[in-house]
């Protein structure tokens, strides 16, 4: 099984901060990665797929690179409402991995 | 879109539940659907997924076996059928719509508000 490492696994950053999460796989998920953002008590909402498509409605300062192993998630200027937890997850042959999340604290 | 998740509890570890998914406000049939779960103070866990027409069926290592994922087109519901419970099962469950139709793609865009399942004695 693909194993997915999230790191940090807690972040502390001021607003306006430039934060970039990573994400990387045990083996190659070519560019079979999404982000989600996910905030206490409430279901999680999708942000990035395919490793850099943004979701429509999402604002543009989240941003999404990487291929093979290693992924990147960037919140180019945080904001107050960015607080939450953020899940990779990868999705190739079927099967579906999450990483362990990484709390983030404005 | 929206999911409705019911079926949650207590249930005592050994026994069953079935959870239940109400979908409305998009064309059902045209999409995979899943089962995601969250342990309290952990990270998502995916249970199980199912195609559009429900045919092709896929389960997390950690269910196979214990877990029935199915689905009723006619009626825009979907179902989770869970037996042999344990402690470790213990999680929100939710449900989830993928991103695309008729696509296998397993990125989840709309998700239910979680119904929780406590397995304890």
């Known amino acids: 099984d693909i194993q997915l490492t999230q790191s940090p696994s807690t972040l502390s950053a001021s607003v306006g901060d430039r934060v970039t999460i990573t994400c990387r796989a045990s083996?190659?998920?070519?560019?079979?990665l999404v982000w989600y953002q996910q905030k206490p008590g409430r279901a999680p909402n999708l942000l990035i797929y395919k490793a850099s498509i943004l979701e429509r409605g999402v604002p543009s300062r989240f941003s999404g690179s990487g291929s093979g192993t290693e992924f990147t998630l960037t919140i180019s200027s945080l904001q107050p409402d960015d607080s939450a937890t953020y899940h990779c997850q990868h999705y190739y042959n079927n099967a579906i991995t999450f990483g362990h999340g990484t709390r983030l604290e404005i | 879109v929206q999911l409705v998740e019911s079926g949650g509890g207590l249930v005592k570890p050994g026994g069953s539940l079935r959870l239940s998914c109400a979908a409305s406000g998009f064309s059902f049939s045209d999409y995979y659907m899943s089962w995601i779960r969250q342990a309290p103070g952990k990270g998502l866990e995916w249970v199980a997924s199912?195609?559009?027409?429900?045919?092709?069926?896929y389960y997390a290592d950690s269910v196979e076996g214990r877990f029935t994922i199915s689905r009723d087109n006619a009626n825009n519901s979907l179902t989770l059928e869970m037996a042999s419970l344990t402690a470790e099962d213990t999680a929100v469950y939710y449900c989830a719509r993928y991103l695309e139709t008729y696509s296998s793609s397993s990125v989840s865009k709309n998700w239910g508000q979680g119904t929780l399942v406590t397995v304890s004695s």
């Open positions: 199912i195609s559009h027409g429900g045919s092709n069926i």
């Open positions: 083996r190659s998920i070519l560019r079979w």
